[in-house]
T-cell receptor, first 113, second 114 residues
Framework: GESVGLHLPTLSVQEGDNSIINCAYSNSASDYFIWYKQESGKGPQFIIDIRSNMDKRQGQRVTVLLNKTVKHLSLQIAATQPGDSAVYFCAEKRETSYDKVIFGPGTSLSVIP | NAGVMQNPRHLVRRRGQEARLRCSPMKGHSHVYWYRQLPEEGLKFMVYLQKENIIDESGMPKERFSAEFPKEGPSILRIQQVVRGDSAAYFC????????????FGPGTRLLVL
């Protein structure tokens, strides 16, 4: 069935280092991918998105890479800060429809001061 | 522009009672989605609604769960005769009335069934 999954459930990084969170997806029909950040007790917060006609997109301190050949998505966080500690979800949907968002299981990022 | 609002933030019910969860979408958003999140898991889609219409309820349990988005007022997710397995965080998301836009999430309602 359709699924979005993450390679690593937990990730610990030193403050100031770069973080890389990986994600695999299986639905070839998905053409829109989103990364969400969820802090404890809060709802998912949009970080960055990417459409399937792109392979890289940059935001403020974050970069998303999309490899459609191997159905792989990654989120890179530069100079990780304590405030980046959260659970990160990759998610997918079909852009051209009012489709539901399919979430992966999440990766917990812990930043060590 | 206020974000998606949900209330209550926390709800405690005893088995057999009813739970009503409310969601007010962002201003200008006419599409509402409900998701459920169990502890240590990702969010699972439940239902997608537009004003006065249920568009996709493929993720809703067949019994005890219902959702509405009336012409006026918030969207309501209703759970009748709650059981302990209904304990979860329920998130609402909204998106504007054009295709391809990101969904923005509310803070969630944490339901605890005793």
């Amino acid at each position: 069935g359709e699924s979005v999954g993450l390679h690593l459930p937990t990730l610990s990084v030193q403050e100031g280092d770069n973080s890389i969170i990986n994600c695999a997806y299986s639905n070839s029909a998905s053409d829109y991918f989103i990364w969400y950040k969820q802090e404890s007790g809060k709802g998912p917060q949009f970080i960055i998105d990417i459409r399937s006609n792109m392979d890289k997109r940059q935001g403020q301190r974050v970069t998303v890479l999309l490899n459609k050949t191997v159905k792989h998505l990654s989120l890179q966080i530069a100079a990780t800060q304590p405030g980046d500690s959260a659970v990160y979800f990759c998610a997918e949907k079909r852009e051209t429809s009012y489709d539901k968002v399919i979430f992966g299981p999440g990766t917990s990022l812990s930043v060590i001061p | 522009n206020a974000g998606v609002m949900q209330n209550p933030r926390h709800l405690v019910r005893r088995r057999g009672q009813e739970a009503r969860l409310r969601c007010s979408p962002m201003k200008g958003h006419s599409h509402v989605y409900w998701y459920r999140q169990l502890p240590e898991e990702g969010l699972k889609f439940m239902v997608y609604l537009q004003k006065e219409n249920i568009i996709d309820e493929s993720g809703m349990p067949k019994e005890r769960f219902s959702a509405e988005f009336p012409k006026e007022g918030p969207s309501i997710l209703r759970i009748q005769q709650v059981v302990r397995g209904d304990s979860a965080a329920y998130f609402c998301a909204s998106s504007p009335p054009w295709e391809g836009e990101t969904q923005y999430f509310g803070p969630g309602t944490r339901l605890l069934v005793l």
